[in-house]
């Protein structure tokens, strides 16, 4: 039962909690409403005048040796220099400053041409179905990437100077842009104040009788800048994690152009790989063709040397024996030469490792080395160099990833050495074995007679010559089948297309954010108006500033009339405020034994005059015997307040001038309502009240009325309340909405532990409406003005008592 009661405290602190926040805020709903009115129009002007963007998108496959995306047996048996990707190289190089900047220079897109007009019909120009933004005005110019009839082009884009605006027209009969006084032909090159330039036809060009709203005009931007600006615009991500197809996607104000950058990029990067491949191709075609040339000549001074040979020697026909000898010594001899040309191979791929810098060329061909291990490594280093390479266009110098790759060079080279020379090595003891079993044909040939045996060494050389040319001849065909086969290791799926629609801004995202941006701004400007207000703004306040009760609330009297219960007031929301603090008193043990109620404050301002004169009126409408002194000595109100002369008062009696009967006044408000005014200020009215005569007027009042209501002097400036407190009951403080500081009632506690006011608790009062309402008295605990007081705000009349 017990953990139940506690949730069901949390649950109502929680409630309360929000309805706080909810009572602190609603009550300056006009200022909101403002905000909300201006943000939505800020949206407004912003969707009329902003340009819409149009996102484009390319799709591209990439053949990622990690996702196995592979060519048909036959495609690949054709394609021998092909090279395997790894997709994420792909994606840097597809955003390289290479790739970008090629592109921003066919394009033209450093020579921007914008048509200036205010009406933005140019929407409609592009997009047709867009036809909501046309008679839009839109400031500055807008871009007639396919509306102007001719494009700019810089002979050397790299050191053009930067240009704003240069307004032109185009005379269309005569073929002449013009600028300014000058004229200038189309498809030539011209010199211009603004650098050497050439007017084309604009291809691009949708409609040819378009007739422009406003003067055309281009400007002259830095490649490097536009380039930044396609880089950062344009997004390359992978369709999925195991897929190697390629997104590209990019937002333009002209779709055409969006469009046109994509598929220029995908262009430029085909023919760069295809550059690559091609090279690779090349250089080991021209490596196999300076082989067969050699070979060609030695094998040609072989011939002649048989040929002379037989002719002087009369050489016709050999033994079957030495035909034998032939077959072997020939079969030897070619596997010598095999052994000669793998070692000039090894020999040129160890001047390629040892000779290079990291710098991406060409490897050399390893024709004839059959060793899987060295031809992959040499695979292996020829990608890390293209990929160093690559980076090193994008990325600087001293970029971890750039010296990633050239650590691994540097790794992979030893091994390749290492590789050359464990062949090396088996080769030349490959070659001397051949060579002892050669000295052994050697020696059966002495047995032959010396013109066959001399024959029979000359067609060695010739057979052995065949062979190597043969085998050479095979492989440049080979090669030459593959240059004139190669194809790209991507393939674009999908060309660039556009949205019809456009992508930004959309109007409900741009609207929802206008109106959160409005409400945070009115939230924080409520917020900070009342953190940094350094006066008791909220009951809360009170309650975590001291540890005192709040006992009751006091809303504001806009009447201005110091009796605000009874008479036609008697149903006012006020009055009936005083009726809960009536019935609170019970609470500090106020009865008609307990009767004597001190009233104070902090400082002066804070009604406490005016509460004890209303809290005293609300007393004796129950019917019993009030009596209200007026003991604030120094600054007395309720004499003012109830019409009654202070000519004799308290100070009189404390001066032993009067009796008791003398000073005590029937309150023409009620006939229940007595009162003692002050009396004449006196000079020290501190000291008078040390009198032990207050003592015996309070016994004196104590047998004859029911409750004792004293409004004493504030505690702040003077001490007078708590010489008073002893002989009270209870004391009531008063707390000022926006008028006590918070410092003084933080302060209530600290003094308390020094000078005493008894049984004491706090009442808020001269809460005022807050935020722009009426009736929205939230600073407290939210009590309403509830149903039986709407009648009394109809009347709207001015209420007043008469003496009766």
Known sequence: MQVTHNNGLEMESKETSISQLWSRYASYWPWFVFLLLLAVGVAAMYMRYSIPQYESTARLLIKDEKKGVEDSKGLESLNLISTKKILENEMEVLQSRTLVKEVVNNLQLYAPIFEERKINTWLEANKNEVTSWVSKKAPGGLPAYTTSPVIVKVQSPDSLREVKKVYFTYNKPEQKVIIGADSFPIKEWVQTPYGTLQFAPNTRMEDSTYTPAGQYYFSLQQPRKVIANIQDRLVISSASKLSSILNLTIRDEVPQRGEDILNELLTAYNVAMLKDKN?????????????????????????????????????????????????????????????????????????????????????????????????????????????????????????????????????????????????????????????????????????????????????????????????????????????????????????????????????????????????????????????????????????????????????????????????????????????????????????????????????????????????????????????????????????????????????????????????????????????????????????????????????????????????????GPVTDAYIISPYCDATLYIVRHKHTPKVLVEQIDKNSKVNILKNMAIVFNGIRPRGFGKHHYGYGYGYGDGYAYKEKRKQKTKTSFKPI
């Open 279 to 715: 090279t690779l191709a090349a250089n080991t075609l021209r490596f196999v063709e300076d082989r067969l040339n050699h070979v060609s000549r030695d094998l040609s001074g072989i011939e002649s040397k048989i040929e002379r040979y037989k002719s002087s020697q009369e050489a016709v026909d050999v033994s079957e024996q030495g035909k034998l000898f032939l077959e072997n010594v020939s079969a030897n001899d070619q596997k010598l030469s095999e052994i000669d040309m793998k070692l000039a191979v090894l020999d040129q791929v160890e001047h390629y490792v040892k000779q290079k810098d990291n710098n991406s060329s060409i490897a050399p061909s390893t024709l004839g080395v059959s060793d899987p291990v060295l031809s992959n490594l040499l695979d292996k280093l020829y990608e890390l160099e293209l990929e160093y390479e690559k980076k090193k266009t994008t990325t600087g110098e001293g970029n971890p990833l750039l010296s990633s790759v050239g650590d691994q060079i540097n790794r992979i080279k030893p091994g390749i050495l290492e590789n050359i020379q464990n062949q090396r090595r088996g080769l030349v003891a490959s070659k001397s074995n051949l060579a002892n079993t050669n000295s052994s044909y050697t020696s059966v040939l002495q047995t032959i007679p010396k013109k066959e045996r001399d024959l029979i060494e000359i067609s060695r050389q010739q057979s052995t010559m065949q062979s190597i040319y043969g085998f050479l001849l095979q492989k440049k065909e080979e090669t030459a089948l593959s240059y004139a086969a190669n194809v790209s290791d991507s393939r674009v799926v999908d060309r660039a297309s556009s949205t019809v629609a456009p992508v930004s801004p959309k109007m409900p995202i741009v609207f929802a954010i206008a109106i959160i941006v409005a409400l945070a701004i009115g939230l924080v400007w409520v917020t900070l108006k009342e953190l940094f207000n350094r006066k008791i703004m909220y009951r809360q306040d009170i309650e975590r500033l001291t540890n005192h009760p709040v006992i009751a609330e006091i809303s504001n009297d806009k009447s201005k009339n110091p009796i605000v219960i009874g008479g036609v007031n008697s149903r006012s929301f006020v009055a009936e405020q005083f009726r809960k603090l009536r019935q609170a008193l019970n609470y500090l043990g106020v009865n008609t034994t307990n009767k004597k109620v001190l009233i104070t404050s902090g400082i002066s301002g804070e009604g406490k005059s005016f509460i004890a004169t209303n809290l005293a009126l609300s007393m004796s409408l129950t019917g019993k015997k009030v009596v209200l002194l007026e003991m604030d000595l120094h600054s007395p109100a309720i004499s003012d307040y109830l019409n009654i002369s202070s000519d004799v008062g308290i100070s009189s009696y404390l001066l032993g001038t009067r009796e008791p009967e003398e000073i005590i006044r029937r309150s023409e408000v009620n006939d229940n309502l007595w009162f003692i005014p002050a009396g004449p200020l006196s000079a020290n009215p501190t000291e008078l009240l040390t009198s032990s005569r207050l003592q015996e007027l309070l016994n004196y009042l104590d047998g004859i009325f029911d409750y004792i209501i004293i409004d004493s002097a504030p505690v």
